[in-house]
């Protein structure tokens, strides 16, 4: 294992539709090299100073430091959400067949 620039990215959507077509948009620009999608799972969060809960699916986005910005762009711009989820995890280490797996098959910013 060794470090990396790896990052998993988080975020969630409100129906599988969504969050399907979220994955394949970040896989399919290669700003990511997987993206699985769980659920649903329950949320309960504050919003507009009520607590809420809701049923969504949780991406989790692998991809690398340099194209976080991209991902956090594209989440913004494909989201039905006003405030949709974007949090960004260091991986610290890996396999590094999986990681060079990741690396390979995210592209470099333009």
Known sequence: MTMTDARIILSTA????EADRLASALVEQRLAACVNVVGPVASTYRWQDKVERAEEFLL????????FPEVAAAIKGLHSYEL?????????????AYLEWLTA?????K
């Open 60 to 67: 989790v986005i692998k991809t690398s430091a340099a194209r």
């Open 14 to 17: 409100g129906s599988r539709e």
């Open 105 to 109: 098959n995210v592209s470099a910013p």
């Open 84 to 96: 949709p989820e974007c949090i960004e995890f260091a991986v610290t280490a890996g396999s590094d």
